[in-house]
């Protein structure tokens, strides 16, 4: 998946914010104020934060060379994906919804609400 393809699947999450809160090289992707993406834009390949279930994480590690243990992040609870070009871009999206549904999971209820629409 190329870069405009991605951010635009990213964006495209309701309630999505984009901002740069700890460097101009690391796109975050919030919702709710919540981070759910982080994107390295100074490194080749792309490398992108996504936050996943711990078992469905190792699994991920354990069966795609691609995907990491979360770069400064909770690698419990955080992967790291290599956009190399290794992974299919279907696998790409279901993991950023993923990423983005358990973000919306822990929001207050009010907030998950205004989420709906």
């Given at each position: 998946m190329d870069f405009d393809r991605l951010h635009s699947y990213l964006n495209s999450k309701p309630g999505a914010e984009v901002d740069f809160p700890f460097d101009p090289v690391t796109l975050v992707f919030k919702v709710c104020g919540k981070m759910f993406a982080l994107i390295t834009l100074d490194e080749q390949p792309l490398r992108m934060n996504l936050k996943c279930a711990p078992d469905k994480a190792i699994a991920l590690r354990d069966?795609?060379?691609?995907?990491?243990?979360?770069?400064?992040?909770?690698?419990?609870?955080?992967?790291?994906i290599l956009l190399d070009g290794s992974l299919p871009d279907d696998l790409l999206r279901s993991m950023i919804d993923d990423s983005y549904a358990l973000v919306v999971a822990g929001l207050p209820k009010v907030m998950r609400e205004r989420l709906k629409g």
């Amino acid at each position: 998946m190329d870069f405009d393809r991605l951010h635009s699947y990213l964006n495209s999450k309701p309630g999505a914010e984009v901002d740069f809160p700890f460097d101009p090289v690391t796109l975050v992707f919030k919702v709710c104020g919540k981070m759910f993406a982080l994107i390295t834009l100074d490194e080749q390949p792309l490398r992108m934060n996504l936050k996943c279930a711990p078992d469905k994480a190792i699994a991920l590690r354990d069966c795609f060379a691609a995907v990491l243990p979360g770069y400064h992040m909770n690698k419990r609870h955080w992967n790291t994906i290599l956009l190399d070009g290794s992974l299919p871009d279907d696998l790409l999206r279901s993991m950023i919804d993923d990423s983005y549904a358990l973000v919306v999971a822990g929001l207050p209820k009010v907030m998950r609400e205004r989420l709906k629409g």
